[in-house]
């Protein structure tokens, strides 16, 4: 399986959703770099199951236990090495779907590549319980690059066709996202949470989208061709469970625009260049500009829902009505906000490692 990422760093993320634990290690990390391990909770805590309506009743405490790395509360230069214990499973729910898969799933696919090898309890290796570990190599990141003045946050732009206000690209203010529910204009939030409830009433799912940005970045990471910092993000961010879309500044807004529109004029500000715009999200040719980085990532709907969807029996090869057990998110946008933010930090981390960290 292809469960790695990094070229200066490399994480690593191991586990299945209902094994004993799932986690993750992180190499090429320097030594000395202070971890707050309070810090690094209260993102994990963002992420976890089980804490409101809109979430799985599955209930994890996601509690992180360092195996290596670490040494008085500094990196130590080794690989730092993590796990979460998983104690809340219950792996009967996914008996029979080796045979019968579910639509929307990875079911079918792990069954044709793994041949049947595949742990199928709680979607396994496949499954949005495998984005802990990313958070926790990604929380890391965060802290160490807001040492640096280089912050990331993200919101719901939007859920289930109810929109939040975007940031603003050329000032995001990261600190109006709410805490308790992540978008910038609580109204939005309430309609967004009420559509959530009306599709769980109706044991059905919906999707949205997440709008991340970066700020203090400097000019001159990424670049040209295969090593462009879009595609840097956009290689971590689809290892999220659910994402099928990733768009960077205007995205595909940009194609119904003039160059006369899209573009974005250059200016000098107390002598530094600047853009009056940011259309580009911060990005010209694969390399930062200097101005905020902002992406947005699509979250489809949550595939395991509980009405009843066709499906098929591979060992009778005949078709099959099939009800989805287990304990899923009606929606899964809200908790993918962090993770969002975790694959942006680890992604960026990685692009400031190459230009050598001091």
């Not at 044709?112 to 890391?140: E, M, N, V, W």
């Not at 009420?194 to 990424?222: F, H, N, Y």
């Amino acid at each position: 399986m292809s469960s790695t990422y990094g070229e200066n760093l490399k994480l690593s993320i191991f586990g299945q959703s209902h094994g004993a634990a799932i986690g993750m290690t992180l190499d090429g990390i320097p030594a000395g770099l202070p971890v707050d391990l309070e810090q690094l909770q209260a993102f994990l805590n963002r992420r976890a199951p089980g804490q409101n309506d809109y979430s799985t009743p599955r209930r994890e405490e996601d509690r992180p236990e360092f195996l290596s790395g670490l040494a008085d509360g500094f990196t130590c230069g080794a690989p730092l090495a993590a796990i979460i214990r998983n104690t809340n499973t219950r792996s009967g729910d996914y008996a029979n779907l080796k045979d019968c898969p579910r639509p929307g799933h990875a079911d079918y696919t792990a069954q044709i590549k793994y041949g049947g090898f595949q742990d199928p309890a709680g979607g396994g290796h496949f499954s949005g319980r495998l984005t802990a570990p990313l958070c926790i190599a990604g929380g890391l990141c965060k802290q160490w690059l807001e040492a640096k003045g280089i912050r990331i946050g993200a919101h719901i732009a939007a859920i289930a066709g109810v929109e939040d206000d975007a940031f603003d690209p050329m000032e995001p203010q990261l600190e109006k996202v709410g805490t308790d529910f992540p978008v910038l204009n609580p109204e939005a939030g309430a309609a967004m949470r009420a559509a959530v409830s009306e599709a769980r009433m109706a044991l059905d799912s919906v999707g949205g989208i997440v709008e991340c940005a970066v700020t203090g970045l400097p000019a001159g990471l990424g670049e040209p061709m295969f090593g462009g910092v879009e595609g840097r993000i956009a290689q971590i961010v689809y290892g999220i469970p659910a994402v099928k879309g990733v768009e960077f500044g205007m995205g595909f807004e940009a194609a119904r625009l003039r160059g006369s529109e899209n573009n974005d004029p250059f200016r000098m500000e107390n002598g530094k260049v600047v853009t009056s715009t940011n259309h580009c999200g911060g990005i010209l040719g694969g390399i930062t500009n200097g101005m905020p980085l902002l992406f947005r990532a699509a979250i489809k709907p949550t595939p395991s829902i509980s009405q009843p969807q066709q499906s098929v029996s591979l060992s009778r090869g005949e078709n099959q009505e099939l009800v989805v057990k287990g304990r899923h998110d009606p929606c899964i946008v809200p908790r993918a906000v962090p993770v969002v933010e975790a694959a942006a930090a680890i992604a960026i981390f990685d692009l400031l490692l190459q230009t050598g960290w001091k």
